[in-house]
Structure formats: C-alpha cells, structure tokens
C-alpha cells in the first residue's frame, strides 16, 4: 500500500518536472512577450503544485500557506505584465 | 484509504498541468496556448490541492486550501483575460488556420473602441 501510494507520488512529480521542461522550451522559443508571459504564469502554477505534492510527501501544511503567497504574487505580475505590453504599445503609437 | 484516494487525486492533478503545459509548447498561437495552459493548469492545481486536503483531512488545511482555489477560480480567468486584451491590441498574429475574426471588423485599432454596427459584413481573415 505504503509502495503504491509513494510510487504515485513519483510519477506525479516526474510528470510535474516534465511540464516544467516543456514551459521552459515555450519559454525560450516562445517568438513574443504575451507567449513568454503564459509560459511563466504556467511555470509558476507547476511551482505551486510541486509545493503542493511536497507538503503531502513531507506531512507539513505549512507550505499551503506559500501557494498563497505566490498566486497572490503571479496574478499581480500576470496583471502588470500585460499592462506593460498595452503601455508599450501606447507608447509607439503616441511617437 | 485516504492516502490512497489523495495520490490518486494528485496524479490526476500531475496530469491535467502536464497537458497544459503541452498545450502551451504544441499549440500554434497565443490564444490557443492561453486557451490549453489556463483551463488545464486550474483544473490541475485544484486537484493537487484537494488531494493535499484529504491526504491531511483537518479544519485548518481545508479552509486553506478552500480559500486558494476560490482566488484561482477568480485570479487566473482575469489574468488570461487582461493577457489576451493585450496580446489582440499589439496585432498578435493569429494562426493561419483560423477561420474568422468577428472582432476585426468591429474594433477600432486606434481608440480601443468597440462598435456594434450590424451593417459591417464580417469578413473571413484568409
């Protein structure tokens, strides 16, 4: 039982790790800002879940309270991110 | 038991964020990504969430872990909206498949205004 449930476990982190290495290629490849910004607001929900699954593996629910801290912190960014691409393209055409 | 349904959940969860982000890395344009990596990165987070919540099955935990899927559910339609706001003013080049963009015809590029004149015929973009 004790097996399953940490082989579980396994394949989902190695799953989590996968996704990780296909948003960082989006990341990298991705050809405009808007591709790189849904790319590492995606990376950052893959955070949060591999800090999800570690506090199940590590029987400490203390680092729910870091989920929180960061999704407060990427909405904030996705938000000013998006506001920067609209402010640069004010920008362009007020010149 | 418990520990069992709340690693099955938990692979479930691995699962649906390991879609979205092929999604994002496999589909052609920004709105198709947008369109894989929210829904999917959701559905995922809250179900890690949730197995965590059985896995420790107290009030405190599941308050928690209530209270962030709530601000998911809220936060992440709002950032990808805001997001593709933007990406369609900066002239985003969509997919060559697509079919029609009704919105074309019906926004004006320079004031970010939205009309609704039914006399415009929409046309296809290809």
């Known amino acids: ?95 | 038991m418990s520990e069992l349904i709340s690693s099955i959940l938990g692979l479930l969860g691995a699962l649906f964020c390991f879609i979205a982000a092929l999604g994002v890395l496999r589909m052609p344009d920004i709105l198709l990504r947008m369109h894989a990596s929210t829904k999917a990165g959701t559905l995922g987070i809250s179900l890690l969430l949730i197995s965590a919540a059985v896995h420790f099955g107290t009030f405190p935990v599941t308050a928690k872990v209530i209270l962030i899927i709530i601000f998911m559910f809220i936060a992440n339609p709002i950032a990808a909206h805001v997001l593709a706001r933007a990406a369609y003013f900066i002239d985003i080049p969509l997919w060559k498949g697509t079919v029609i963009d009704e919105l074309r015809e019906h926004y004006d590029q320079k004031t970010h205004e939205l009309g609704s004149d039914q006399n415009i015929p929409v046309k296809k973009t290809h």
Not at chain 1, 7 to 12: E, Q, R, T
Not at chain 1, 39 to 50: E, K, R
Not at chain 1, 53 to 58: D, E, N, P, Q
Request: glycine fraction near 4%; charge should be negative; proline fraction near 2%.
């Open chain 1, 1 to 95: 039982m004790q097996t399953i449930i940490s082989m579980l476990h396994f394949i989902s982190v190695l799953l989590l790790c996968g996704a990780a290495l296909l948003t960082l290629a989006r990341i990298l490849v991705g050809p405009t800002l808007p591709d790189r910004v849904v790319a590492i607001d995606l990376m950052s929900i893959l955070v949060m879940c591999i800090i999800a699954i570690y506090s199940v593996v590590s029987y400490n629910d203390i680092y729910l309270d870091i989920i929180i801290a960061l999704a407060l912190v990427t909405f904030l960014g996705t938000i000013a991110f998006a506001q920067f691409i609209e402010w640069q393209l004010s920008k362009d055409q007020h010149e």
